[in-house]
C-alpha cells in the first residue's frame, strides 16, 4: 500500500468514525443529559413540598408566645431555599438551551452534511485515482508501440508528455489525499472542541449557582443559630404575660420572675418545685444544666 492509499484509509476511517462512533456517543450523551435533567426537575418539585412543609411549622411556631422568632427563622429558611430552587430552575433551562437543544441540533445535521462531505471526498479521489490510470493505460499502450516500431524515437516525446502528465495528476490526487485528511481531523476536532465548550458554558451555570447558594446561605446562617441557640430562654413578651397572669401575693416568688433572672437549673429548688415541672425528652435539646 502506498503512503497516498494508507492516508487515504486514514482519511475514511476518520470520517466514518465520526458517523459510526463519536454521533451515536453523542446522541446517547443528550438521551442521558435530558434523564438527567428530569431527575433534576423532580428535585424542584420535590424541594417545593418539603419547604411549604417547612412553612407550615412557621406558622405553627409564630402563633406561640414563646417561638414566634423561631417561626419567622422557619420562614427565612423556606424562602432562601425557595430562591435557591428558583435559581436551580434556571440553571435547568440553562443546561437544556446551552447544551442538550444545541447537540442534538447539530446531530440532525452532522450525519447529512458528513455522509455528503465524504462522498465527494471519495468522488474526487476517485476521479484523480481513474485519471492517472487512463495515463497509464495509454503509456503502456505508447511503449508496446515503440518497442514494436522501426522507429521507436519518434514515440519519445509522447512519451515523456505521458509521463509528465501522470506525475502531475500523481501530485494533484497527493494533495487531495493530505488535504482531504487534514479536512476529516478537523471536522473531528470541530466536534469535540464544540463539545468541551458546551460543557465550559454548563460548568461556568454551576459556578454561579453555587456562589449564589453560598451567598444567600451566609448571610443567614449566623442568625439562624443564633435564634436557637437558647432553647431554655422565652422572649420578654413570654413573661410580660406570664407577669400579668402569675398570683402575685407577699413573700412568694412568681414564676416569671424565676424564669427572667435564671435558667432553671439555677433556680432555688424550692421556687422551681413550687412554679413549674419541666419534663422533656433528652433527644431535643441537651442542657448543660439540669434540674431533677
Same mark, same amino acid.
Given at each position: 500500500?502506498? +503512503? ?34 428530569? &431527575?433534576?426537575?423532580? /428535585? *424542584? ?6 419547604? %411549604? ?12 408566645? !414563646?417561638?414566634?422568632?423561631? !417561626? ?13 430552587? /428558583?435559581? =436551580? ?26 455522509? &455528503?462531505? =465524504? ?24 511503449? +508496446?508501440?515503440?518497442? @514494436?516500431? +522501426?522507429?521507436?524515437?519518434?514515440? !519519445? %516525446? ?12 500523481? @501530485?494533484?490526487?497527493? #494533495? ?14 470541530? +466536534? ?10 454548563? *460548568? ?19 442568625? $439562624? ?12 413578651? #413570654? ?11 407577699? @413573700?412568694? #416568688? ?29 433527644? $431535643? /435539646?441537651?442542657?448543660?444544666?439540669? *434540674? *431533677?
Amino acid at each position: 500500500m502506498s +503512503r497516498t492509499e494508507e492516508i487515504n484509509k486514514m482519511t475514511e476511517n476518520v470520517y466514518k468514525g465520526i458517523l459510526d462512533q463519536f454521533n451515536p456517543s453523542l446522541k446517547n450523551f443528550v438521551t442521558m443529559g435530558k434523564h438527567y435533567e428530569k &431527575a433534576l426537575t423532580g /428535585v *424542584t418539585v420535590a424541594a417545593k413540598g418539603y419547604f %411549604d412543609a417547612l412553612v407550615k411549622l412557621g406558622e405553627l411556631a409564630s402563633d406561640s408566645q !414563646g417561638s414566634k422568632e423561631l !417561626g419567622d427563622t422557619l420562614f427565612q429558611m423556606a424562602e432562601v431555599h425557595r430562591q435557591i430552587q /428558583v435559581q =436551580l430552575e434556571d440553571v435547568l433551562k440553562l443546561f437544556h438551551s446551552e447544551l442538550l437543544a444545541q447537540l442534538e441540533q447539530k446531530l440532525e445535521l452532522d450525519i447529512k452534511y458528513l455522509t &455528503a462531505t =465524504l462522498k465527494k471526498y471519495q468522488s474526487e479521489r476517485r476521479s484523480q485515482s481513474e485519471s492517472i490510470e487512463r495515463c497509464q493505460s495509454q503509456l503502456k499502450k505508447l511503449r +508496446r508501440k515503440s518497442q @514494436g516500431s +522501426r522507429h521507436p524515437n519518434k514515440y !519519445g %516525446d509522447r512519451e515523456m508528455q505521458f509521463v509528465e502528465l501522470m506525475s502531475r495528476r500523481q @501530485g494533484e490526487l497527493d #494533495a487531495l489525499v493530505a488535504t482531504g485528511y487534514k479536512s476529516a481531523l478537523t471536522e473531528e476536532r470541530r +466536534r469535540y472542541c464544540f463539545l468541551v465548550d458546551r460543557q465550559c458554558c454548563v *460548568t461556568k451555570l454551576l459556578i454561579n449557582y453555587h456562589s449564589k447558594v453560598r451567598e444567600l446561605l451566609s448571610q443567614k446562617l449566623s442568625s $439562624w443559630q443564633q435564634s436557637c441557640s437558647q432553647p431554655t430562654k422565652l422572649p420578654e413578651r #413570654a413573661l410580660n404575660l406570664l407577669r400579668h397572669t402569675a398570683p402575685q401575693s407577699p @413573700g412568694a #416568688a412568681g414564676i416569671a420572675e424565676v424564669l427572667r433572672h435564671a435558667k432553671l437549673g439555677t433556680a432555688q429548688p424550692e421556687q422551681v418545685r413550687s412554679c413549674v415541672v419541666y419534663i422533656k425528652p433528652d433527644s $431535643w /435539646v441537651d442542657l448543660a444544666d439540669k *434540674t *431533677t
